[in-house]
């Protein structure tokens, strides 16, 4: 029973401890550059291609649901607004981490986790380099700067795909869906929405990172890292969008008082 | 507390291990290991699987904390919470990994490289110049340096693991069984080439393995495990003499051949 209440507290000391590391390891950032790169194309541009089939569909189904309820109260022109918002402030976020975790937080977790395992991180410790600043690191940063980008085309496909069904398939007027949404969404949106972006981001490279470097040096271990990874990095998505929505400052102003 | 060779004056010894215990959990492995590894000589470390051997490797090298006990490199005394001191006592020494350990995402040129565009600041032509050397002293040449690990059989990927670990010029080498798996012929080419590198580089060599029949070939000094302690050190031809019955089973193979070689001449 005790050992129940400790391990969340032995899981979040040793997690601090690894980001700490990763902190640290910003020092030599600036010859890592390519590496960060080279890490901001994997988990952001090659996630466009399943980022805008997922936006696509998702605004798509959005636009028919929010009309179908809209149209119920003779509401059909704040589709827009509806969409806009919804689309910027909670799905986008919440689907890029998601999509992300899947595809690129499990690649991390399995790429660290075999180094791990065939001993390559120990023979770069060997060899004088750090694996924080060299493996951990850019990836966090990719990670954490990447799916803000990624949230915010997310957004402008799911809106388009929106207005095409509005416009097409519901036989809306389309600019009144423009003039709405633009209407509707202001800053205080697009920063709740990139804040939760940047935090679902930091999550699952930060998880994806820890769970490959902590990989039992076994078979097994590359499966349960990456398994771990994907299944926590979820997880943390869903509860820290919870408590974002709730406690995060809809106005953004308190971070200039 | 086992025995440690001490036939070596202080400057004579490249590693000194006193007191080494470690354990996990309940299972001790280690119980207060001693050993002088002497100054440029191979120097092979035996023992059945699980005795330990490749945990005092990995002791060595400060990739484990010992519970107990001190190791001294080259007179300095290694502590594996100090990261900075490490770093300073790692340069001079080079491991070679049992599966290789190459970097599968870096070509044979940027693994033979890594260490030194890490820590050298070397023109793109001295590094160039440095890859060759480097892969001619492990007997492959410079049109290997395209070539991704995958692409290597098991004994080149040994000779690029090793040009990659002496690339610093370390003073001690350290092997963590670097025949197991491999065919005969494959097992006495990075024997000889153990033996050639030590000659050429000057270096101390620590070998761990369980292959007696390559040991009598290259190895100036054997230190043999057996359940966390060390049961025999000293020179290899000298292991026949040992009256410890755990030495006198794991070398008997090696003795009949012996015995043999003998009545045959």
């Known amino acids: 029973m005790l ?18 590391n990763a902190v640290v390891g910003l020092k030599n950032f600036h010859r890592r550059l390519p590496i960060f790169l080279q890490q901001f194309d994997f988990i952001s541009v090659e996630s466009l291609l399943v980022v805008t089939f997922s936006a696509i569909f998702i605004g798509a189904v959005l636009s028919f649901q929010t009309y179908t309820a809209l149209h119920l109260f003779g509401m059909d022109s704040f589709l827009g607004s509806s969409v806009g918002i919804a689309l910027m402030r909670e799905l986008a976020p919440v689907f890029c981490g998601i999509m992300v975790a899947a595809r690129a937080g499990a690649a991390i977790a399995a790429e660290i986790a075999t180094m791990r395992v065939t001993e390559q991180i120990d023979a770069m410790e060997a060899l004088g380099t750090d694996p924080f600043d060299y493996l951990v690191t850019p990836r966090i940063l990719a990670g954490t700067i990447g799916l803000p980008i990624l949230c915010i ?14 416009k097409v398939v519901l036989a809306t007027d389309g600019a009144v869906y423009w003039q709405q949404l633009a209407w509707a969404v202001d800053f205080n949106d697009v920063w709740q929405g990139l804040t939760k972006a940047c935090i679902f981001g930091f999550f699952l490279s930060v998880l994806g990172c820890f769970y490959g470097y902590n990989a039992q040096s076994n078979a097994e271990g590359v499966g349960v890292a990456t398994n771990q990874a994907v299944v926590t990095s ?16 809809y106005d ?3 971070l200039i008082l | 507390m086992t025995q440690a060779s001490s036939s070596y004056s202080d400057n004579d010894i490249a590693v000194k291990v006193r007191g080494l215990e470690k354990g996990f959990g309940q299972f001790k492995i280690h119980h207060g290991l001693n050993l002088d590894i002497p100054r440029g000589k191979v120097t092979y470390i035996m023992g059945g699987s699980g005795c330990g051997k490749s945990l005092l490797l990995k002791q060595i090298m400060g990739f484990i904390e010992p519970d107990k006990g001190t190791i001294f490199i080259n007179g300095e005394q290694m502590i594996a919470s100090d990261h ?8 001079h020494m080079g491991i070679l990994f049992q599966n290789s350990a190459l970097f599968d995402s870096l070509s044979v040129y940027n693994n033979v490289a890594f260490s030194l565009k890490e820590q050298l600041n070397l023109s793109k032509s001295e590094t160039d110049k440095r890859v060759e050397e480097l892969l001619l002293s492990v007997g492959l040449t410079f049109e290997h340096s395209k070539k991704m690990p995958g692409e290597l059989s098991g004994g080149q990927r040994k000779r690029v693991a090793l040009a990659r670990a002496i690339a610093l010029k370390p003073s001690i080498m350290m092997y ?7 065919d005969p012929i494959t097992t006495m080419m990075v024997t000889n080439l153990i033996k050639n590198v030590s000659t050429q580089h000057d270096l101390t060599s620590i070998v761990i393995s369980h292959d007696t ?12 495990m057996k359940d966390g302690e060390f049961k025999y050190v000293g020179a290899p031809w000298d292991v026949f003499k040992s009256k410890d019955p755990d030495v006198q089973e794991f070398f008997a193979l090696e003795a009949n051949r012996k015995r043999e070689s003998q009545e045959n001449a």
């Open chain 1, 234 to 249: 979820v997880l943390w998505i869903l509860f820290s969008d919870y408590v974002m929505t709730a406690y995060l400052p």
């Open chain 2, 176 to 182: 963590d069984e670097p025949t197991t798996g491999l």
């Open chain 2, 84 to 91: 900075r001191q490490l770093k300073q006592v790692r340069k």
């Open chain 2, 213 to 224: 029949h390559v040991v009598f070939t290259v190895a100036e000094h054997i230190a043999f």
């Open chain 1, 3 to 20: 050992s129940l209440a400790i391990s969340p507290i032995t899981f979040l000391g040793k997690l601090s401890s690894f980001i700490w």
């Open chain 1, 153 to 166: 085309y997310f957004t402008l496909i799911g809106c388009g795909s929106g207005w095409f069904i509005a």
């Open chain 1, 252 to 254: 953004p102003s308190f």
